[in-house]
């Protein structure tokens, strides 16, 4: 069974920077594609960013140029750095593995494994 474990969120400030890890209990995790995914308050779960195995990414319009999505295999872990936070960053995040193909997909039905997400608010 894979597990993926979340952490990093917190409350911060808008224009902070922050950087969201997943740990992943997986003995193939180098051959998964894994994800981002946000949930906003009221709001469904949505993509945010993907990365393959071989480290092809694919990120949501909304994101694109403030969040930067990397994975070190040699840990069993991906990141998700997020730059200049907006107050409609504030979300539940994500992390997900997909355990085959290398598609980055957008999909929330297209992934395996789910993480119980970490809390991100951005407040004055």
């Known amino acids: 069974q894979v597990q993926l474990v979340e952490s990093g969120g917190g409350l911060v400030q808008p224009g902070d920077s922050l950087t969201l890890s997943c740990a992943a209990t997986?003995?193939?995790?180098?051959?998964?594609?894994m994800a981002w995914f946000r949930q906003a308050p009221g709001k469904e779960r949505g993509f945010v960013a993907a990365?393959?195995?071989?480290?092809?990414?694919k990120y949501a319009d909304s994101v694109k140029g403030r969040f930067t999505i990397s994975r070190d295999n040699a840990k069993n872990t991906v990141y998700l750095q997020i730059n200049s936070l907006k107050p409609e960053d504030t979300a539940i995040y994500y992390c997900?593995?997909?355990?085959?193909?290398?598609?980055?997909?957008?999909?929330?039905?297209?992934?395996?494994?789910w993480g119980q997400g970490t809390q991100v608010t951005v407040s004055a």
């Open positions: 997900a593995a997909k355990k085959y193909g290398s598609t980055l997909a957008v999909g929330l039905s297209s992934y395996d494994y």
């Open positions: 997986a003995v193939f995790f180098s051959t998964y594609t």
């Open positions: 990365i393959s195995w071989n480290s092809g990414t």
